[in-house]
């Protein structure tokens, strides 16, 4: 079978990005990362001061939400995936720790989940794509041909993290990052509409003590045998 519908789900700072990255240029395949779409509408709502002090206004953003245009386009001189928020491009905006720290309430309204499910399977419905995120396999392509779910310990993913905010020059306490994570998993599983769960079919990859190139590996080894 050609074209087929990758799903990665799994805890926040797993690597689920880079590696879905990588296994798509390796298949030829698109990557789409549901989480910058999270973002992005977390960032619209800042924009447009639906949040304030920590309170959404929910029934605004709700309303405004068709007014919200989100876009992927590849830098062809990096081959990075930036992220276009009604025509802006807004890639380093999403990966504030402001917005990281927002983005779990804002995913947990059912119209906004609504809204980006659409979008993600209106992308993806041709196939040839690895989608990463929190529901991909249970929700948004409950049929995908492959799921992967990764797991590794929050002191791990914390870690991660630290170090790749302090590669941009982000001087944020890991204690803080810790808490994020542990905060994001915390409201992302308990939510009511769509939360994050293991789907029954999805393959299991804990990768506390495996880098990216051998969670790559994994995930290929996976995939070949599946295939
Ligand atoms: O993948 P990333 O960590 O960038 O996602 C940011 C947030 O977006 C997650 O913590 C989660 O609250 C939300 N999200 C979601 N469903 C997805 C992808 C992301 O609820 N499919």
Do not use: W
């Amino acid at each position: 079978k050609e074209n087929l519908i990758i799903a990665i789900d799994g805890y926040s700072s797993t690597g689920k990005s880079s590696m879905s990255k990588i296994i798509a240029k390796n298949l030829g395949y698109t990557h789409i990362d549901s989480g910058a779409m999270y973002r992005a509408v977390t960032l619209y709502a800042f924009q447009h001061q639906y949040i304030v002090d920590n309170k959404i206004d929910e029934q605004a953003l709700i309303t405004n939400l068709s007014d919200i245009k989100i876009e992927f386009k590849q830098d062809l001189t990096t081959q990075k995936n930036l992220t276009f928020l009604n025509g802006e491009n807004v890639e380093a905006d999403i990966r504030t720790m402001k917005v990281s720290k927002m983005v779990s309430p804002i995913s947990e309204i059912p119209a906004v989940r609504d809204y980006c499910v659409a979008l993600q399977q209106q992308m993806g419905e041709k196939g040839g794509i690895v989608m990463d995120g929190r529901d991909i396999g249970t929700t948004v392509f409950p049929h995908a041909d492959i799921k992967i779910f990764v797991t590794a310990s929050p002191e791990v993913r914390a870690q991660r993290r630290f170090l790749e905010y302090q590669q941009q020059g982000k001087d944020i306490p890991l204690v803080e990052v810790l808490k994020n994570v542990n905060e994001r998993d915390y409201i992302d599983s308990h939510r009511t509409y769509s939360p994050l769960r293991k789907a029954d079919d999805a393959i299991e990859v804990d990768n506390s003590n495996m880098n990216l190139e051998e969670t790559v590996n994994k995930v290929m080894e996976i995939i070949n045998s599946k295939k």
